[in-house]
């Protein structure tokens, strides 16, 4: 069924052709529909599938009816748990918002910035896309009011619930009128959410996509065994020889990622690392940058990659193995997207082998393994 059949207007229509988007994905298919007819929903499905344009697309379809809001009473709320995710979402409501027959005005706000600037410009903002904390200390700035929130949206919903965020969720559910839509998307069905669903969601429609993991005939997997001093000039081999120009690169620190970016800058190769100890400003270009194609690597942390979802990235390289295998299937899967095949590679130590068996155990598949100590290694 074509995007045509669900109801949206011709400019987003024509935004989405302009995007090579020519057949909605499951959750979209459901997901638009219930969304314009006004209903309460609970959205799952995986992490790249195709969640924020669900809710983007009706969302300011619904927008560009109503008049301008000319004050700082928001109408429409999408909390998330990241800052880089709410910029990424921020870019998808811009983009489609730039062709709607009149201007609807969103915001992301999120800390690790200074505050000022997103406090003049709220005014006008009629979708705000928000971290809690930062949402709470500009309510308490009295830069924002939600009392005429139309419509919420909890996006990653099952991290949004737990204990990390909670306080700060129950202070900013007092805020809301108790008459909205409300709509919440999430990875996994957990406790959490389904707690928070008797609460928040009034006759909700269930659309659970089962898509749980990456599809990973998609995904060409390869190991390298080798030892950790040699896992610099392995990776540096790779990148060269393979001649890769766009690489995501899993590291278990914040120090590891300095550590291997600051050597590949050394040599030659253009790269940037990513974790939560780097300032806003240097996260979001080095994202940026990443993405455009002129950042050929970009090293990050699990933590910090939340907000990375590009959708044909070629190349993901384990620089050591995650802990546990969910996390190792949630890198690899940030590859082999859309129908399009990717590369992902692992540098596994002797130390590591045992872990990586258990891993190839539950994912249910054998990756083969290389080894390397024979490997001139000279020179990179």
Do not use: C, W
């Amino acid at each position: 069924m074509p995007f045509s059949a669900l109801g949206l207007s011709a400019p987003l229509q024509k935004a989405l052709a302009k995007k090579n988007y020519t057949q909605p994905y499951p959750i979209q298919l459901e997901a638009i529909p219930v969304i314009l007819q006004g209903k309460d929903l609970l959205g799952i499905a995986k992490t790249g599938s195709g969640k924020t344009a669900s809710y983007v697309l009706p969302l300011l379809q619904m927008m560009e009816q109503l008049q301008p809001t000319k004050d700082r009473h928001v109408n429409t709320l999408v909390l998330v748990p990241t800052r880089e995710l709410a910029m990424q979402i921020d870019e998808v409501f811009s983009f489609f918002a730039a062709v709607l027959t009149r201007k609807v005005k969103t915001m992301a706000v999120y800390g690790g910035v200074s505050i000022n600037p997103q406090m003049m410009q709220l005014y006008g903002i009629e979708i705000l896309v928000a971290t809690p904390g930062r949402l709470l200390e500009l309510i308490a700035m009295n830069a924002v009011n939600l009392s005429a929130v139309s419509t919420l949206v909890l996006d990653e919903a099952d991290k949004m619930l737990n204990e990390g965020f909670r306080e700060e969720m129950g202070n900013i559910f007092k805020l809301l009128p108790s008459r909205r839509q409300n709509l919440l998307f999430s990875a996994t069905l957990s406790n959490d959410v389904n707690a928070i669903k008797d609460i928040l969601l009034t006759d909700p429609v269930l659309i659970e996509i089962q898509e749980d993991e990456p599809d990973l005939d998609l995904i060409r997997q390869l190991a390298y065994q080798v030892e950790d001093e040699r896992k610099g000039p392995m990776l540096r081999y790779l990148i060269i020889k393979e001649d890769m120009d766009q690489v995501l690169v899993f590291v278990s620190s914040t120090l590891r990622a300095d550590a291997v970016a600051n050597k590949l800058v050394n040599n030659g190769i253009k790269a940037a690392a990513m974790h939560s100890k780097k300032s806003q400003g240097a996260r979001n270009d080095a994202l940026k940058r990443f993405k455009e194609g002129t950042l050929r690597v970009l090293v990050a942390t699990d933590l910090a990659s939340r907000g990375i979802d590009i959708e044909s990235l070629p190349h993901v390289i384990n620089y050591e193995l995650p802990r546990s295998p969910k996390d190792y299937i949630h890198r690899i899967g940030r590859t082999g997207r859309a129908g399009v095949e990717g590369d992902a590679i692992s540098l596994v130590s002797t130390e590591e082998l045992h872990h990586f068996h258990v891993i190839q155990k539950k994912m249910g598949k054998h990756v083969t393994l290389v080894h390397t100590s024979d490997l001139n290694l000279q020179g990179y």
